[in-house]
C-alpha cells in the first residue's frame, strides 16, 4: 500500500485517460451553462418582441377609438367600410375604414372637418413582413363648392399616408346595426338605406405577427361605439 501511494505521489503529470476525462467533463459544463444562456436570451428576446407587438397593438386601436367616436354624419360623404381590397387606396390588402369626423388642422382650412382613412398597406410585395396600418387625411380645400374627401390625390401625404402600426397581417372592421353584426362593407355608394349615416358601433380586429415565423400571431379586437348613429 506504501509503495503505491509513493507511486502516485511521485507521478509529475496526468495520464492521458485523466486529461480526457477531465477535457469532457469541462466541455459538458461549458455546453450547459452556454445552452442556459442561450435559452435565457431567447426567451427575453421573445418576451420583449411580444411587449412591443402588444404595445403597438393597443396604440393602433386607441388611436383609431379616439378618432372615430368623433365620426358624423355629411350628407356630402358617407362612412365606409370597404371589405378586402376593394376600396380607395393602393395596395390595400384588408378591410378600409373611412370616416368624417373634427379635426383641428390648423392649415388654414375653411373647416375642421376631416376624413380620416385606415387601411393596411401590403406595400404589393406579397409577404407580411413589411405590412403596415396607414392613416390618411383629406380635407375640404376652398374655394371648392363641395367636399372632395375621397380624392386620393388630395391627401396631404400623397400614396405615402403616415405609418400607423407594424408587424401587422390583417386589419378587419365589422358594424353593428342596432340589432347585430355586419360582416359585409358599409357602401352608401351601392346601398342607398346607408346614407347619411354611419354604424352604431363598429369592431376592430388585427392580427400582429409576433416573431419572424409566420405561424406566430396574436389577435387583438376592439369595439367602439358611434355616438352619432341614427340605428
Request: proline fraction near 3%; charge should be neutral; glycine fraction near 6%.
Amino acid at each position: 500500500m506504501k509503495k503505491y501511494l509513493r507511486k502516485i505521489l511521485s507521478r509529475k503529470g496526468f495520464t492521458l485517460i485523466e486529461m480526457m476525462v477531465a477535457f469532457t467533463m469541462l466541455s459538458l459544463l461549458i455546453y450547459t451553462l452556454f445552452s442556459v444562456f442561450n435559452s435565457v436570451s431567447v426567451s427575453y428576446d421573445m418576451a420583449n418582441r411580444k411587449t412591443d407587438v402588444f404595445q403597438n397593438a393597443r396604440a393602433v386601436l386607441d388611436q383609431i377609438s379616439r378618432e372615430i367616436k368623433g365620426a358624423v354624419r355629411d350628407p356630402l360623404f358617407a362612412f365606409y367600410i370597404f371589405k378586402g381590397s376593394s376600396g380607395w387606396c393602393p395596395n390595400s390588402i384588408g378591410d378600409e375604414l373611412h370616416f368624417i369626423t373634427s379635426w383641428n388642422t390648423n392649415t388654414g382650412q375653411v373647416t375642421d372637418i376631416v376624413e380620416l382613412g385606415y387601411y393596411l398597406d401590403g406595400r404589393g410585395t406579397g409577404t407580411t413582413d413589411d405590412d403596415v396600418i396607414r392613416r390618411g387625411i383629406a380635407t375640404d380645400k376652398p374655394p371648392a363648392a363641395t367636399y372632395n374627401y375621397n380624392a386620393i390625390s388630395s391627401w396631404p401625404m400623397g400614396n405615402n399616408y403616415d405609418e400607423q402600426g407594424f408587424w401587422i397581417t390583417n386589419f378587419t372592421v365589422e358594424w353593428h346595426d342596432g340589432t347585430a353584426w355586419n360582416f359585409g362593407a358599409f357602401n352608401p355608394s351601392t346601398n342607398a338605406a346607408l346614407r347619411n349615416n354611419i354604424p352604431k358601433a363598429i369592431r376592430i380586429k388585427l392580427t400582429l405577427q409576433t416573431l419572424q415565423s409566420s405561424d406566430d400571431k396574436m389577435d387583438y379586437e376592439t369595439v367602439i361605439s358611434l355616438y352619432n348613429s341614427t340605428y
